[in-house]
């Protein structure tokens, strides 16, 4: 047992070398060749195990066993680390073992050496954590998670769990996927009148959740701040680089405000300090995505910037006055184009918060304005390369008006017993989890900052 114990506080994962390893320290390594280069009296093996951008040096002296050992090997290496003449650590193996062979001429799909096309990678995405890029994408989810959660716990917010199964479509699009088991014998020993079959196993019609806002208003209204960050499903036909079936919402609300611009201001205090956060302990994957997406570092300046705020009457007068710039049409009645909305943020030259929306492009939720009845508190936030990154708004604290609003939906009386047991005013948005690691990488392409990609037609794994 203590021959166990004494192995496992060895073993050290790569990231962690050059912070807590001195020179002439003995230690152990575990991971994956990416390359070998046999000179005339050693061998060096790059190793990696996933956990840095960087792949560390092995160096062990020549010999007839290694002449199996190959790129793609899983390998244990005991040894003495060392400073090569470049500067870097490296390692001066005592022992090299295998635990599996690689087997790369065998069928794999990649070549450590070449660079591969992020569609011909995404066909292989039981392996594709194997290429240097999205092990890069998905370190930084995780650091992003990690900096999303310590800057809302930093400022009083509680983490819900929201559920995914729910009988509520927040946004009222009809964008939904329903939910029933597919035993139609389970069904029909759980079938009672006057219930559907299709329905009887919850008595009732139950979707995948688009979003946890009407959850967490409930939670808010006991508990103060509060957010999540949770999977959302839409089912819409579309195959954007923007839109997945499957993605991730960090959702948030906030109580006692009354005030859009606050909302707006709190919207960016967090954006700039999560990006700062992860720019501390993330900054070599980040450049890495963005060398591989645009060829050079991209540039955050949106960082430095103070953001603007346009009313959405303004926002629609700078369309209309540019509108033969644009591909796309000029509809003032549905919104704007990601390309309408990409030239707002350079029109601005910085992000863009478009406020005080048509009623009739929002949801019944959203607060109508005192000023213009035709208005509702909201926001949309544009950013470059994504366009609309976030989406929020005042929360309509009023119960009759929620009640008379026309398409209040059936089955949310819940809804309106908030307010009616001691309600207050509320604030909240929603932003995309895949699209703000697009924003920090310039990844194009958003089946590949998400672990498996699910949108129309495909559903691998």
Known sequence: MLLIKRLCCSFQRINAITKTRQPGDTLEVRGWIKSVRRLKNNVFFDISDG?????FQVVVPKNEQLTAVSAGNLVRVLGQLQVAPQGHYELHANSLETIAEGNLNSGYP?????QHDPEYVREYLHLRSRTSRTAAIMRLRHKTQMALHKFMDKHDFIHINTPILTTNDCE???????????SDELLKQMSRPPVPLSQSYFDSKVY????????????????????????????????????????YMFEAEL???????????????????????????????IQYCQNQTVGENFNLQWLRDT???????????????????????????????????LFLVDYCKAPVFVINWPAAQKPFYMKISREDSS????????????AELCGGSLRECDVNRLQ????????????????????????????????????????????????????????KM
């Open 307 to 341: 953001w603007q705020i346009l009313s959405y009457d303004e926002a629609s007068d700078i369309i209309l006055r540019n509108k033969e710039k644009f591909k796309t049409a000029v509809k003032s009645n549905e919104g704007f184009s990601k390309e309408q909305e």
């Open 208 to 247: 995948l959740t688009v979003s946890g806002q009407l959850h967490l208003e409930s939670m808010s209204y006991g508990l103060g701040n509060t957010y999540t960050i949770s999977p959302a499903f839409r089912a819409e036909n579309c195959k954007s680089p923007l839109h997945l079936s499957e993605f």
């Open 51 to 55: 956990s840095t951008m960087q792949k």
């Open 375 to 386: 208005k509702v508190y909201a926001l949309d936030l544009l950013m470059p390369v994504v």
């Open 172 to 182: 009222g699009a009809g964008e939904v996927f329903t939910v029933q088991p597919d």
């Open 255 to 285: 109580v006692f405000i009354e005030n859009l611009e606050e909302l707006c201001r709190f919207i960016e205090k967090m954006i700039k300090s999560v990006t700062n956060d992860i720019l501390k302990f993330s900054e070599a994957d």
């Open 404 to 459: 008379e609003h026309p398409h209040f939906p059936q089955g949310l009386e819940w809804y309106l017993e908030l307010r009616k047991f001691g309600g207050l005013p509320t604030g909240g948005f929603g932003m995309g989890f895949e699209r703000f690691l697009q924003l920090l990488t310039g990844v194009k392409n958003i089946r590949d900052v998400i672990p498996f990609p699910r949108y129309p037609h495909s559903c």
């Open 110 to 114: 990649f070549s450590p050496k070449q």
